[in-house]
């Protein structure tokens, strides 16, 4: 629905300075904010002026619309058209004498704006602005009587006040551009400021991560190559302690039975510790070699089930391993899978007093295996969850007091599930034991891509 509020006709260049003064008078009856009213009758005026330029005069419609609620202007003229109207929309094309300038900016004041022309009829261009909130609602033919009514007995100033008024809006328009170029040049200097401090930031950071890289890699080839000084005076440790345990020399005493005992236990124990460190030296050196090979896991639990045969195990803690027939069989590493879970088994027989240890295997979805190793120990409370696969991170208990080891086994075996595609899992309640698991693919696929977080394999060796 659109209601007429008033028309008026361009013949002469007072008729345009008109036609501004009424858009104007309108804007401020139906409550435009005074930027408002300048943008409404500055575009007025200059569709105004081409069809006094241009097609030797016009009319210009002043309506309400109701849906959406808009102030519409319409200035039609009879003149020769545009012709070249499409390249003056897109900017394309400017009249020496500035037509395709009116036109554009007009646009650009408005919120609604629609232009037709062609030889025959004319030129009709369609200038819409929103109306404010509170006139929106009173789009009603009360209120175009109205405005008729206040625009009647409106005071319409000399085209000379008009014309100082446009100077003063073009003096506030030049004042107000100013003060926005002082404010961006303002935020260009601190936004280069914070630019330069970004990039001293970003090269301090670069710096770190060099020094960072440079401290791991000097931590690995410390750890890998201290690893290799222990292992020949372990191994003479070993070999000495196993030779006098098989009274090679002839037979001991009680008490040396048990000094020999103890010696080997402990050189057993640093053994395995530096064992550990070696692995996680290359592991975070990027050299950890993954050697897949086909595999059940019956084959996996039995040699699980012979090595800890072997170790004395607490009458009261039961070691129990599920039927894994019915799983398919898996392509990966065992060795490095087989040392999880025995890491899995051996940090539950140190911290379950009685009760068993349960370790299963199950397929789940994606092509993917599940291991656990369930034990009734202790358990873990929620807030050491997490600290137990730290390095060297051990909780204080009584059994951990008793219970030897350097605390690297969790976090070993955490990064060996890493580096074999799966990731480990800890459920575990205080006082009411912990599962452990390590999710894996049931076949290794080489990774294509660097995957933040996991180690880098530089080596995979297919048997």
Known sequence: MSLTVLTTDIRTEHDVVLARQRARQIASLLGFEAQDQTRLA???????????????????????????????????????????????????????????????????????????????????????????????????????ARLGRELAVAVTPDPHAELRAQNQ?????????????????RLNQELAETNRGVLALYAELDEKAADLARASELK????????????????AILNISRLLMDHVDGPLNEEQERQVRFVRTAAITLSEMVNDLLDLARIEAGRSVVRPTAFTVLDLFSALRGMFRAMALSETVALVFEDP???????????????????FIANALKFTETGEIRVSAAAVADGRITFAVADTGIGIAPGDQEKIFEEFSQLDS???????????GLPLSRKLAELLGGQVALSSELGAGS?????????????????????????????
């Open 42 to 144: 500055t575009a007025v005026s200059e569709i105004a002026r081409n069809a006094y330029q241009y097609a030797a005069g016009g009319r210009v419609t002043f309506e309400l619309e109701a849906q959406p609620p808009m102030l519409v202007v319409t200035v039609r003229d009879r003149g020769p058209g545009i012709t070249r109207l499409a390249e003056v929309l897109d900017g394309r094309y400017h009249s020496p004498t500035g037509m395709g300038l009116g036109i554009l900016g007009a646009r650009r004041l408005s919120d609604r704006f629609d232009v037709r022309s062609s030889p025959d009829t004319g030129t009709t261009v369609l200038l819409g602005k929103l109306l404010p909130a509170r006139a929106a609602a009173a789009v009603t033919s009360e209120t175009v």
């Open 169 to 185: 809006e073009l003096f506030r328009a030049v004042e107000d551009a100013a003060q926005r170029q002082l404010e961006v040049e």
């Open 220 to 235: 690995s080839r410390f750890l890998s190559n201290i690893s290799h000084e222990l292992r020949t005076p372990l191994n």
């Open 325 to 343: 027939s019915e799983l398919p069989p898996l392509h990966t590493d065992e060795g490095k899978l087989s040392q999880i879970l025995r890491n």
């Open 398 to 408: 009584a059994l951990q007091r008793k219970a030897v080891g350097a605390g690297l």
């Open 435 to 463: 599962t452990f698991s390590v999710t894996i693919p049931v076949r290794y696929a080489v990774p294509r891509v660097s995957v933040p977080g996991q180690p880098a394999i530089e080596e995979v060796q297919h048997a």
